[in-house]
């Protein structure tokens, strides 16, 4: 009897881990353009196939543009930019369009307030 109740415990505390909702945060990533040329931005997640702003959208900014990007994201969750010069997808930060390449020191945790300005020089 003692061995059937731990069991059902054990099922029991189980479903509700995996029922358990994720957390959310919020971050925003601070971004410079410090290029002559307009530059285009999108934000992937690491942990999840999730592209902020999504949609075939980008965040823009124009030569000079200092942005605050706000997100919800999931507590913990892995988040690298891409930028690319709008117009010339072969000039880039960070992983580039389509999170397509590797980068130091481009992604962050999500775990709530702002990135450090983010430069992106030539």
């Not at 099922?11 to 971004?31: E, G, K």
């Not at 389509?98 to 990135?115: I, L, M």
Request: hydrophobic letters at 35%; proline letters at 4%.
């Amino acid at each position: 009897m003692v061995a059937k109740t731990t069991l059902r415990w054990v099922v029991v505390a189980l479903a509700m881990a995996v029922a358990a909702p994720v957390v959310a945060a919020d971050v925003t990533f601070v971004m410079r353009n410090d290029h002559p040329n307009a530059v285009e931005v999108e934000l992937y997640s690491q942990d999840r196939d999730h592209v902020w702003p999504g949609d075939n959208q980008v965040f823009y900014l124009d030569d000079g543009e200092t942005k605050q990007i706000p997100l919800s994201c999931e507590e913990g969750e892995t988040i690298c930019y891409g930028a690319w010069i709008s117009g010339d997808k072969q000039s880039y930060w960070g992983t580039g369009p389509e999170n397509a390449e590797n980068c130091e020191n481009c992604c962050y945790t999500c775990t709530g307030g702002q990135t450090e300005q983010i430069n992106l020089t030539e």
